[in-house]
């Protein structure tokens, strides 16, 4: 998993859950099967917001909630967003259980609290830190590892910078 300390390729800050929703779709538009986005934050800051935001921008319409008592939910659209919540997984074996890096093989994997699956998740990914900065402020922190990951974080940027220049 990628460390604390690496750079962020892509840093941003939302005010409210609507732009945190909508940096997601912009994220979810840019997915491939296989992409894998790992996000990291503590309680409350806005991970499942996000991932709401990715799965419509996937292209579904279905509710996103946090998958903390079942562990993983999938949404149908374009191509399958699955949304891993390891939050309540303490033991490793647990998480490997779950084959994460198998079921992204056709779809979008999401993994909120990665940490918890250190080791067992893929190797090329996009990690986005969410920091609460205030009630309605957060700070995403976008950290690719891995070619494809990169990618994706330049594709992003670039399609942020557009719709940004876009409102004016």
Sequence with gaps: M???????????????????????????????????????????AGKTTFTQGIARGAGTDEVVNSPTFILLNEYHARLTVYHADLYRLDDPDEVAALDLPGVSLDGALVVEWPERGAGLLPDDHLLVRLTYRSPEQRELAFVPRGHRSRELAARLSSALAAAAGGEG
């Design 2 to 44: 990628t460390s604390d300390n690496e750079q962020p390729e892509l840093t941003l800050r939302t005010d409210g859950p609507e732009e945190t929703r909508s940096a997601g779709r912009v994220l979810g538009w840019l997915l491939q099967p296989g992409d894998v986005v790992l996000l990291q934050g503590d309680l409350g």
